[in-house]
């Protein structure tokens, strides 16, 4: 059982290292970015979001947010997570290559000015890159949560927010925290100035 206990405790420290030294580094650029989403909101563009595995599930998981709420009740706002539509994933993996899975929605998807959130711990994924450079060529401003050193995908975006730190686990942490904190930033900047209200098209 110490031994069980240790892994706990180890985690924790483990956790609040990478955490405090990755707020230390990014939280102005966490500002930066919901500055970003929130301009885009106000503009009735949108955010898409994307990552494979556990980045997939944060990229859906912050999707949720912004379409429902955060932190308060507010109108929906325009985000989409790219991992979600199975037939889409399974067409372009067949018909292309799994490289192509993001890409080719941002390409059907994107729109000047929207913004590219790619989300990957190793900063390597090349479906996450080719994401971001077809969202860098459609004028789409990019941002990455990245880990470790950011790898490749860090020379693709204007923002990258990148956890120092080797284990997939706490990236992941710190990731999900990013995500919330820009959540909570875009709703308390929309708040201030709102976007205008998006009208329901009628059916008749």
């Known amino acids: 059982m110490d031994d069980l206990r240790k892994i706990v405790d180890e985690a924790r420290l483990d956790h609040h290292r990478t955490v405090d030294a990755f707020l230390d580094r990014h939280a102005s650029d966490l500002l930066i970015l919901a500055g ?3 301009d885009a909101l106000r503009a009735q563009g949108k955010i898409l979001l994307f990552g494979n595995g556990g980045s997939a599930a944060d990229a859906q ?21 790219l991992a979600t539509d199975g037939s ?12 192509a899975v993001f890409a080719r929605q941002i390409e059907a998807l994107g729109r000047p000015g929207d913004i590219a959130i790619g989300i990957t711990t190793s900063g390597g994924s ?15 401003r990019c941002a990455g949560l990245l880990g470790r050193d950011g790898g490749a995908a860090a020379r693709e975006v204007e923002l990258p927010l990148t956890v120092p730190c080797a284990t997939t686990a706490r990236i992941q942490e710190a990731h999900i925290l990013a995500g919330h904190l820009v959540c909570r930033l875009v709703e308390e900047m929309l708040a201030a100035v709102p976007p205008p209200r998006r009208e329901a098209t009628s059916s008749s």
């Open 88 to 99: 889409v994933l399974t067409s372009i993996g067949n018909d292309a290559s799994f490289e």
């Open 61 to 81: 998981h912050l999707a949720a947010e912004f379409v429902n709420r955060f932190d308060r009740d507010r109108p929906a706002l325009a985000a989409i997570a």
């Open 36 to 38: 970003w989403c929130a």
């Open 126 to 140: 090349p479906n996450v890159i080719a994401g971001l450079r077809a969202a860098r060529r459609l004028g789409m």
